[in-house]
Structures are given as structure tokens and as C-alpha cells.
């Protein structure tokens, strides 16, 4: 046990054959220790077999250690413990599924929010707001009012996390929660968020942070500082940066990224010191200094600062150099890859789009993902047609192998019976499927998304359908998205059945209209009462009143939440 501990520690790769060794060792703990330590040397050799060990304890350390790498090819995997017995691999799980950051699990983890056990609703809560896919907030808004209050509590976090300003208000009634008060007030300073009371609250969270420092809490200090945005806050994470200890020094990194993420300006000074941690032999020190470089050109504050273009020819050739440096290790490559995403710009997505032209098809695999799964997220429109062609392969990768598995089966095969929402659990590639249909419906959420609904692969229009409701969270789509998708849905011919088009256009039209209820606006309730005045006849039975029902209530909420928010701001 010890020794896999040290030799983890050491970071060199060259011990990663007899961490391997240590995985069949008859000891459960020697062996989930084991599988840890292969985590901080970029190795991922043996790690999969663990999750189906007999122990829960070595299936708990095999899952964070695989999301530790980075390496989504683990999702099918990690998706299938999602339903394990244990109440503490089902957690695990649902934490190593954030780290991987692969919005993919969305839909099986929100499956999760009804679990029984409260620290596995707590779990999934949290990691909802690391995947970020805004999608999700009406979820998390309805998790507000769980019976349990660190589920109520981490919540409230994801939200802040997914910079979900839509749900300011409504999380702004939870300051008068004294269960909740602390965290909701870091979540509406997570979305920039001014009130008077934020400041406030900032100032106590600095008298916090010197009083830890005092007792020699530095990494609690650090992590408060992080909600600080001012040059006192700064000038004690800067002091952190050259402590001793390497969990201090990460979490400070953390926090400078978080700061510089809105106020660039004020971490400046720092950047060559995130520059010089780059470099240093701690792989997990590396990849958190990345990050913050990425978060410090990405802005999301309100103005940008004078500074800004400055700072992008500071940083952005250290991560274009990590990015594309064929002697660092995959883990390094994917933090560059998640920083640059990160920032949303479309000068980075070019470079992610080079990038994924020089990747190998096979050897590249995980890297490859990566890649397109920000440019979907970054909505660069180039790489569409580099999307539909992987879309093409994958489904006929996907038809050779159904083929396959039912040339044993030749009765099944020839009576044609075909579960439009099943697929066999042996497929290892719809964590690809639902990547690829999400991607191409950000990109393109009227002229491919609305299409991708009729997919005949189901996670495609799992994925179709997300994106196209995260537009409408995002602000990036509106009423007249919803409108479209509508009039597809009406102009479907029933002459087409069995089809998986209009089930998969409601579920669409459901999720869309359930985030416009929360980030619509006035122009967005003039545009549902024009859609639900025009509604034509719908072709397929039972669905027509089904909508309609729909977009009243949809109106009716909307107009509520901006008479709330509207009484609100004038307080």
C-alpha cells in the first residue's frame, strides 16, 4: 500500500509496469490504491477492469482515478456504475463523470435526482454544474426546494457554476435562507451578480480568509479568496503561489484563475508566475495553472479591460505551444485543449479545429473527442461538415456492428423487431453518438438540429435535443427556435410512422420551453402567444392538445418570472 503511494508520488512514468502489477494484488486496498497513483502518471493501463471489482471501495478509487486522466473513452464504462447497489460507487461515479467534463452523462445523471440517497442527489448536483450545460438549470432550480439541505446547498453552487443569470433571481429569495444564505451569495457572485449585500458578503469572505491564514489554514484561505475580486485578495493568493505545500500553491492557482476569469486586470502580475507552474514536474499543479491561464483570457465580465489584448499575447502561445507539443502527455494536451474551449473564442476554436486535422483516427481517439466536442460547444461552424462526416462513419460503424451481433441471431434479425429507444449495452460509442448530435445542433440548431430529431441513432437525438434546449438557455436562440421545431412537428406526415420524430420533437419542444421559462424575455411571451395562435392541426393524434397545453403554461410562467424579476430589481 505504501509503496504504490511512492511511487505515484514520484511522477515518473517509468513505474507505471509495477503500479499495473499491484492491480491484481490480493489486497483491495493495495489495489484501489494502486489505480489512484496510476492517476497522477497519465497511465490508464488496467484501470477499466477495476470498476467491475468485487470490492466497492476499489470501484470508487478506479472511477476518480480514470477521471483523474481525463480519458473519455471511460464514460460507457463509468455510465454503466451509475446504477451499482452501493450508494458510494453510485457518488463516485457521478464525481469522476464531472472531472471527465463530458456532457454526455447529462441525461443518465439527471436520472440520478431521484435517487433515495441524499448524498448521491448531493453528488449529481454538483456535477451538473461542472458538465456545463445550461440545460440543466431548470433541474437545479427544482432541486432548491429538496427536502435535504446540502442538496439544496450544492444546488445552488451548480447554478452559480453554470453562470445560469437566469435563475439570479430566484436564488436571490434563498439569501434570507440561513441554511443557504452563505452559498447562494457565492453563486450570485459566481455569475458577476452586483448588489450592495454581494459586496458585503465579500468583505467578511476576506476577514475570513486573513483570520484562516492566521491559523495557518492556507488552502481554506485560498479557496475563500476566490470570490474576492480585489488587489488585497490577490496579493495573498500571489504569496500562496510560492508556499511549500503543492495543495496549497493548486488552490491558490484555482482561485487567481477564478478572479482573472472576470477581472483579467487584476491578476496581471501573475501571470508569469502561472507560467513558470506550467513547467513544473506535478502533473495535477500543471493542469490547474493551464486552466487558470485559460479562464484569465476567456472574460466573462461586463467591459473588457484595456489590458486584455495584452495579456492574449501573454498566454495564448503557452497554450497553442501545450496544445500541439507531441512530447507532452495526453492529460497536458486535454487541459490546453479544455482551456482554450473555455474561453468561447472563435480565434481558439480555430486552433482546436488544427488541432483535430492532425490527430491519428485511431491512435487519437480520446484527444479527437475532446476536440469535437468543444467545437460543438463553441458552435464553430466550420467544422460542420467535419462533424457530419464522423456522424456518417460512426453510424455506419455502428450498422456493421448490429450486423454482427445479429448474424447470431438470424430469427431475431428477420423479424425486423427494432426498440427505436434501445441499444445494446455492448456498443462502446454512444457517449460518441450523443457528442456528435449535440455538436451539430449548437452549430447549426435550426438547419441540422430541428433534422437530427429523426436521427435513427438515439443518442443522436438525445444529444439534438439538449443542445437545441441549451441554446434557448443560453441566449444564444429564442421563442422563434421553439416556433420552428413546432411547425416541423406539425408538418410531420403520419404516413412516415414508425418514426422517432415526433416523440423526439415534443421531448425537444418540452426542455426548450422549460428553460425559455427561466431566461425568456418580453419579446419571447409576444412570440409563444403569436406561435400558439397560429398552431395548426397536428398530424399525429393526441399531440396537438398536448402542445398547446404546453405553450400556455410556458406563457403563463414566463410572465410571472419577469414580473418577479422586474419587482425585484427595483428593491
Not at 527 to 532: A, T
Amino acid at each position: 500500500q505504501y509503496a504504490a503511494v511512492a511511487l505515484g508520488q514520484l511522477g515518473d512514468d517509468s513505474v507505471a509496469p509495477e503500479l499495473v502489477k499491484l492491480l491484481s494484488d490480493e489486497s483491495e486496498v493495495v489495489r484501489g490504491v494502486a489505480a489512484f497513483a496510476l492517476s497522477s502518471l497519465d497511465d490508464c493501463s488496467g484501470l477499466v477492469k477495476l470498476l467491475m471489482d468485487e470490492s466497492e471501495g476499489v470501484r470508487q478509487y478506479a472511477a476518480v482515478a480514470l477521471s483523474m486522466l481525463g480519458d473519455s473513452s471511460a464514460v460507457p464504462e463509468l455510465l454503466k456504475l451509475l446504477t451499482d447497489e452501493s450508494e458510494g460507487v453510485r457518488q463516485s461515479v457521478a464525481y469522476a463523470l464531472g472531472n471527465l467534463g463530458d456532457s454526455s452523462a447529462v441525461p443518465e445523471l439527471l436520472k440520478l435526482l431521484a435517487d433515495k440517497s441524499e448524498g448521491v442527489r448531493q453528488s449529481v448536483a454538483a456535477v451538473l454544474g461542472k458538465l456545463g450545460d445550461s440545460s440543466a438549470a431548470p433541474e437545479l432550480v427544482k432541486l432548491l426546494a429538496d427536502e435535504d439541505a446540502f442538496v439544496r446547498r450544492d444546488a445552488a453552487a451548480a447554478l452559480g457554476k453554470l453562470k445560469a443569470k437566469a435563475s439570479a433571481p430566484i436564488l436571490s429569495i434563498y439569501l434570507k435562507d440561513t441554511e443557504l444564505r452563505e452559498t447562494t451569495v457565492k453563486a450570485l457572485i459566481s455569475m458577476n451578480v452586483s448588489t450592495p449585500e454581494l459586496h458585503d458578503w465579500q468583505e467578511e469572505l476576506f476577514k475570513d480568509a486573513q483570520e484562516q491564514l492566521k491559523k495557518n489554514q492556507k488552502q481554506e484561505a485560498a479557496a475563500a479568496l476566490a470570490l474576492v475580486f480585489t488587489e488585497e485578495s490577490v496579493t495573498l493568493l500571489s504569496k500562496l503561489l510560492a508556499d511549500t505545500n503543492q495543495n496549497v500553491v493548486k488552490a491558490a492557482v484555482e482561485s487567481i484563475g477564478s478572479i482573472g476569469e472576470y477581472y483579467p486586470a487584476l491578476v496581471q502580475a501573475q501571470v508569469e508566475q502561472l507560467l513558470k507552474l506550467t513547467a513544473q514536474s506535478n502533473f495535477n499543479l500543471r493542469r490547474a495553472a493551464i486552466a487558470a491561464l485559460g479562464q484569465i483570457i476567456s472574460f466573462q465580465g461586463k467591459e473588457p479591460p484595456a489590458n486584455l489584448l495584452e495579456l492574449e499575447k501573454q498566454v495564448h502561445p503557452a497554450l497553442r505551444g501545450f496544445l500541439f507539443d507531441q512530447k507532452e502527455k495526453f492529460g497536458i494536451h486535454q487541459a490546453a485543449l479544455d482551456a482554450l474551449g473555455a474561453t468561447g473564442r472563435q480565434e481558439c476554436a480555430a486552433e482546436i479545429y488544427e488541432l483535430l486535422t492532425t490527430l491519428d483516427q485511431d491512435k487519437d481517439e480520446s484527444l479527437r473527442y475532446r476536440a469535437l466536442l468543444w467545437l460543438g460547444r463553441m458552435a464553430y461552424a466550420p467544422a460542420q461538415d467535419d462533424i457530419e462526416n464522423e456522424l456518417k462513419k460512426l453510424a455506419q460503424e455502428k450498422a456493421a456492428w448490429r450486423k454482427d451481433r445479429d448474424s447470431d441471431k438470424p430469427e431475431e434479425a428477420a423479424s425486423g423487431e427494432v426498440e427505436l429507444n434501445r441499444e445494446d449495452k455492448s456498443w462502446r460509442k454512444e457517449h460518441w453518438e450523443y457528442m456528435l448530435g449535440n455538436a451539430l445542433a449548437r452549430i447549426a440548431p435550426a438547419e441540422r438540429g430541428i433534422d437530427l430529431l429523426n436521427h435513427p441513432l438515439y443518442q443522436v437525438r438525445q444529444g439534438a435535443i439538449r443542445a437545441l434546449a441549451s441554446r434557448i438557455a443560453d441566449g444564444a436562440a429564442n421563442a422563434s427556435l421553439i416556433g420552428k421545431i413546432i411547425q416541423a412537428h406539425q408538418n410531420f406526415d403520419p404516413d412516415d410512422l414508425p418514426s422517432p420524430f415526433p416523440y423526439a420533437a415534443f421531448q425537444a419542444i418540452d426542455l426548450a420551453l422549460w428553460n425559455l421559462e427561466y431566461s425568456g424575455k418580453e419579446d419571447d411571451v409576444t412570440k409563444l402567444k403569436e406561435i400558439l395562435n397560429n398552431l395548426k392541426p397536428c398530424q399525429v393524434p393526441g399531440q396537438e392538445g398536448a402542445i398547446k397545453e404546453r405553450l400556455d403554461w410556458t406563457i403563463k410562467r414566463l410572465k410571472e418570472n419577469l414580473a418577479k424579476n422586474a419587482k425585484m430589481s427595483t428593491q
